[in-house]
T-cell receptor, first 113, second 111 residues
Framework: QQQVKQSPQSLIVQKGGISIINCAYE??????FPWYQQFPGKGPALLIA?????SEKKEGRFTISFNKSAKQFSLHIMDSQPGDSATYFC????????????FGTGTRLQVTL | EAQVTQNPRYLITVTGKKLTVTCSQN?????MSWYRQDPGLGLRQIYY???????DKGDVPEGYKVSRKEKRNFPLILESPSPNQTSLYFC??????????FGPGTRLTVT
């Protein structure tokens, strides 16, 4: 059972454009929603995270939008750069369940010149 | 340098030959996990550990074993590997349920 559904599977964006990746979750008890970025040959690394008490969190060019009623959250990458080309994973977890992250299936982003 | 290390990074083995993938962290983290990454399936948790001698199953534990005898080490054991365990494996550690720090990965091929 896929508890976190992620789309699209792949995405091609021109340099300077906006990249948008969407995730939907099923378990309403989830209360921590991170995004991880993975470059080829490397392990995933935390990019940005949000809790359901806020609807948006911004860090530089990266923004998470959270819609609790729709059980959806998304990652927006503004002014996308070739260096942003990577695979992005959304995830979700429950408070008190340490290390129990449930990941989406990943989105491979390619930013072209 | 704070890091999670895994060994080996690449491994080709045959069906049924027991193997161990080691994982070590130098950040004094209580929590450690193992994940496997497969195309189209994302990252799936195999096992996790909340502290020494405390482990629990993740989403895909069949065919795997773990142990946590020391805080810094969390080896993944495949007693009798099968081709469906061919995958990219990641170890991760964290202080709590927030940021997890991932190792560089171990690419395993079982023929």
């Amino acid at each position: 059972q896929q508890q976190v559904k992620q789309s699209p599977q792949s995405l091609i964006v021109q340099k300077g454009g906006i990249s948008i990746i969407n995730c939907a979750y099923e378990n309403t008890a989830f209360d921590y929603f991170p995004w991880y970025q993975q470059f080829p040959g490397k392990g995933p690394a935390l990019l940005i995270a949000i809790r359901p008490d806020v609807s948006e969190k911004k860090e530089g060019r990266f923004t998470i939008s959270f819609n609790k009623s729709a059980k959806q959250f998304s990652l927006h990458i503004m002014d996308s750069q070739p260096g942003d080309s990577a695979t992005y994973f959304c995830a979700a977890s429950l408070t008190g369940t340490a290390s129990k992250l449930t990941f989406g299936t990943g989105t491979r982003l390619q930013v072209t010149l | 340098e704070a890091q999670v290390t895994q060994n080996p990074r690449y491994l080709i083995t045959v069906t049924g030959k027991k193997l161990t993938v080691t994982c070590s962290q130098n950040m004094n983290h209580e929590y450690m996990s193992w994940y496997r990454q497969d195309p189209g399936l994302g990252l799936r948790q195999i096992y996790y550990s909340m502290n020494v001698e405390v482990t629990d199953k993740g989403d895909v534990p069949e065919g795997y074993k773990v142990s946590r005898k020391e805080k810094r080490n969390f080896p993944l054991i495949l007693e009798s590997p099968s081709p469906n365990q061919t995958s990219l494996y990641f170890c991760a550690s964290s202080l709590s349920y927030t940021e997890q720090y991932f190792g560089p990965g171990t690419r395993l091929t079982v023929t």
